[in-house]
């Protein structure tokens, strides 16, 4: 399975981005996707998810509102559309595939899921 991430580059404050990962799975649309980001000298954390249909998704409280996670059956694509960006949104992001989800309570921890992509950065300046 690969997972190629792209669209990251350098924006400044209140700048939007839109993230894209690209899929080699033959099974993409049965599987939950997530986005995870990791800023320079700290833990991975969760970022958003999304069910296996696109019908429903989920935020970390420090992105809702701001961030809109999407995905494109046909394309074998996951999207991250990043709106009004802040400096502390400075960080490579990485796009994962999780395929124990089962339509409950969304994984948020970076263990739960089974392959990730190479990661693209993201820099926000002030």
């Known amino acids: 399975v690969q997972l190629q991430a792209s669209g990251g580059g350098t924006v400044q404050t209140g700048g939007s981005l839109r993230l894209s990962c690209a899929a080699s799975?033959?099974?993409?649309?049965?599987?939950?996707m997530g986005w995870f980001r990791q800023a320079l000298g700290k833990e991975r954390e969760f970022v958003a998810a999304?069910?296996?249909?696109?019908?429903?998704?989920y935020y970390a409280d420090s992105v809702k509102g701001r961030f809109t996670i999407s995905r494109d059956g046909a394309k074998n694509t996951v999207y991250l559309q990043m709106n009004s960006l802040k400096p502390e949104d400075t960080a490579v992001y990485y796009c994962a595939v999780d395929q124990d989800y089962r339509g409950s309570l969304f994984h948020r921890q970076a263990y739960e899921y089974d392959y990730w992509g190479q990661g693209t950065l993201v820099t926000v300046s002030s």
């Open positions: 999304i069910s296996s249909s696109g019908g429903s998704t």
């Open positions: 799975l033959r099974t993409f649309s049965s599987y939950a």
